[in-house]
T-cell receptor, first 113, second 113 residues
Framework: QKEVEQDPGPLSVPEGAIVSLNCTYS??????FMWYRQYSRKGPELLMY????GNKEDGRFTAQVDKSSKYISLFIRDSQPSDSATYLC?????????????FGPGTSLSVIP | GAGVSQTPSNKVTEKGKYVELRCDPI?????LYWYRQSLGQGPEFLIY????????DSGLPNDRFFAVRPEGSVSTLKIQRTERGDSAVYLC???????????FGQGTRLTVV
């Protein structure tokens, strides 16, 4: 079993839809959780960064962490064609180190105009 | 430039050859990371530099891989006796210091034929 699992998609939604992206993980020591967006042939860019359990909202994006279920989610409201990209969840165990971020395989999202 | 710069963008080499991949981090960023991303996968940690020293090289797959950062700025990832399985996108990221947001370059796409 991989440390971080993510449905690879592809996921295709109409413009304006609410998108739900999810990851599960096996290491209960993870405490920092991140979502990255990666456009084709570009490097990942950080979207959201949360610590421990709870919700965090930033504009159209909401990140949720449920440590008891080892499950994290990213919601995108009013999705736009410019949101079409691969979304990578990532997490880190600060007790081990602050440098080794473990990424999921990514979910490919297409938002159709 | 304002972002992390990686050169070359693409590199095609023959099996058994030696390659060097360069990373210019954001000015003033002391932490530098190398990741490898295979097709359909998330980035996989290779090595982390804090200043000039490799603080964590536990992700390097074998002794054919080596990285340096002699002056605490530019870093070079070196791969000896390349194999077809080394084909991937090699990503570099930098951050102001350990634990802060890491900014990724666009990557070097290495193809070993």
């Amino acid at each position: 079993q991989k440390e971080v699992e993510q449905d690879p998609g592809p996921l295709s939604v109409p413009e304006g839809a609410i998108v739900s992206l999810n990851c599960t993980y096996s290491n209960s020591a993870f405490q920092y959780f991140m979502w990255y967006r990666q456009y084709s042939r570009k490097g990942p860019e950080l979207l959201m960064y949360t610590y421990s359990s709870g919700n965090k909202e930033d504009g159209r994006f909401t990140a949720q962490v449920d440590k008891s279920s080892k499950y994290i989610s990213l919601f995108i409201r009013d999705s736009q064609p410019s949101d079409s990209a691969t979304y990578l969840c990532a997490m880190m165990d600060p007790e081990t180190s602050y440098d080794k971020v473990i990424f999921g395989p990514g979910t490919s999202l297409s938002v159709i105009p | 430039g304002a972002g992390v710069s990686q050169t070359p963008s693409n590199k095609v080499t023959e099996k058994g050859k030696y390659v060097e991949l360069r990373c210019d981090p954001i000015s003033g960023h002391t932490a530098l990371y190398w990741y490898r991303q295979s097709l359909g996968q998330g980035p996989e940690f290779l090595i982390y530099f804090q200043g000039t020293g490799a603080a964590d090289d536990s992700g390097l797959p074998n002794d054919r891989f080596f990285a340096v950062r002699p002056e605490g700025s530019v870093s070079t990832l070196k791969i000896q006796r390349t194999e077809r399985g080394d084909s991937a996108v090699y990503l570099c990221a930098s951050s102001l210091r350990e634990g802060r947001e890491a900014f990724f370059g666009q990557g070097t796409r290495l193809t070993v034929v």
